[in-house]
């Protein structure tokens, strides 16, 4: 299992890396491996609003269907439109090219609520 040590990560299984001045959005590795075969993924358009913690779209795999979460306040400024078309990208690479969301954040501090890779491995009961 993979947790790059330079993201950040919520207890909901998104991650979020910082880009400049945006947050790039997706889920994390243990969560594609959790929900196993994804099949279609619903992402917002460009310009909607977000705040921390709230529903932004939907995950569809085989087995389940789930929720999406902001992990931060602020302006969605784009989508990857390439996983609509191959949601398996998500299974086959979470932290490159199966990101969700670009985010303008309203505040960046909001980053320090989240966990460290070494946090989140211990959230989801993984060994270092």
């Known amino acids: 299992m993979n947790f790059p040590a330079h993201l950040r990560y919520t207890e909901d299984h998104e991650w979020v890396q910082v880009e400049?001045?945006?947050?790039?959005?997706?889920?994390?590795?243990?969560?594609?491996?959790?929900?196993?075969?994804?099949?279609?993924?619903?992402?917002?358009?460009?310009?909607?609003?977000?705040?921390?913690?709230?529903?932004?779209?939907?995950?569809?795999?085989?087995?389940?269907?789930?929720?999406?979460?902001?992990?931060?306040?602020?302006?969605?400024?784009?989508?990857?439109?390439?996983i609509a078309d191959e949601p398996e990208t998500v299974n086959s690479s979470p932290y490159e090219d199966g990101w969700m969301v670009k985010i303008k954040p309203n505040d960046m501090s909001e980053l320090e609520s989240l966990m460290e890779a070494e946090q989140y491995q211990e959230h989801v009961g993984e060994d270092h």
């Open 20 to 82: 400049g001045d945006l947050a790039v959005v997706g889920i994390t590795d243990y969560a594609q491996s959790e929900l196993g075969d994804i099949v279609f993924i619903e992402l917002p358009e460009s310009g909607i609003e977000v705040q921390h913690g709230t529903g932004f779209g939907t995950i569809e795999a085989v087995k389940t269907v789930s929720d999406l979460y902001a992990p931060i306040s602020g302006t969605i400024v784009e989508v990857n439109t390439a």
